[in-house]
């Protein structure tokens, strides 16, 4: 059975970085097509996704956050760590983590998708 | 990065057929997914690599893709299945993006 559990710290302050950890269990992130990703929800807002590391320890970050996003992984734990800096309370959200999966559809292309979640933290930016 | 326009908001009577679309340029050359997420609730993945359901999710649920639009299709729309529904595709730069989300209503 696959479960992702989020933690880190439920109120921050402004200019402050915040570091979340994403602990999962039921599979390998060294495994060829796993990725762990990070996507956040302001209150009442839409779905926005951070960044992603994958099997192969590359990364990829939200073009609009990316000075701001480092993710990394830890294998031996299971673990995957995003931390964000320069926290503002526009950023006062939902944030989840979700085993991504990457499959081969044809020679070309690929299948990218989240299918399975956290219950996510909430995360107050407030001074 | 590129964006994934939905309708904000649809609705439909209990039982009958609503489509769900999402519209944008990446869709063109990568697969999309979609998401149901109810309040309070993390999202689920019901529909991914274009039509298929992961297990646990009802067959009235079912996707399709033209172009630069893909739909989510819900064939006998039930009272569970008023959420927020959201599609996501990678673009070209990498990233995974999440449209705007549909909140679909069951009368």
């Known amino acids: 059975q696959v479960t992702l559990r989020e933690s880190g710290p439920a109120l921050v302050k402004p200019t402050q970085t915040l570091t979340l950890t994403c602990t999962f269990s039921g599979f390998s992130l060294s495994s060829y097509g796993m990725c762990v990703t990070w996507i956040r929800q302001p209150p009442g807002k839409a779905l926005e996704w951070l960044a992603l590391i994958d099997w192969d320890d590359d990364k990829y970050y939200s073009t609009s956050l990316k000075t701001r996003l480092t993710i990394s992984k830890d294998t031996s734990k299971n673990q995957v760590v995003l931390t964000m800096t320069n926290m503002d309370p526009v950023d006062t959200a939902t944030y989840y983590c979700?085993?991504?999966?990457?499959?081969?559809?044809?020679?070309?292309?690929?299948?990218?998708?989240?299918?399975?979640w956290g219950k996510g933290t909430t995360v107050t930016v407030s001074s | 990065s590129s964006e994934l326009t939905q309708d904000p908001a649809v609705s439909v009577a209990l039982g009958q057929t609503v489509r769900i679309t999402c519209q944008g340029d990446?869709?063109?050359?990568?697969?999309a997914s979609w998401y149901q997420q109810k309040p309070g609730q993390a999202p689920v993945l019901v529909i991914y690599a274009e039509n298929n359901r992961p297990s646990g999710i009802p067959d009235r649920f079912s996707g399709s893709r033209s172009g630069n639009t893909v739909s989510l299709t819900i064939t006998g729309a039930q009272a569970e299945d008023e959420a927020d529904y959201y599609c996501?595709?990678?673009?070209?730069?990498?990233?995974?993006?999440f449209g705007g989300g549909t909140k679909l209503t069951v009368l």
């Open positions: 979700a085993r991504h999966k990457v499959e081969m559809a044809t020679i070309v292309n690929y299948y990218y998708y989240m299918d399975v």
């Open positions: 990446s869709l063109r050359s990568y697969y």
């Open positions: 996501n595709s990678r673009d070209s730069s990498g990233d995974r993006v």
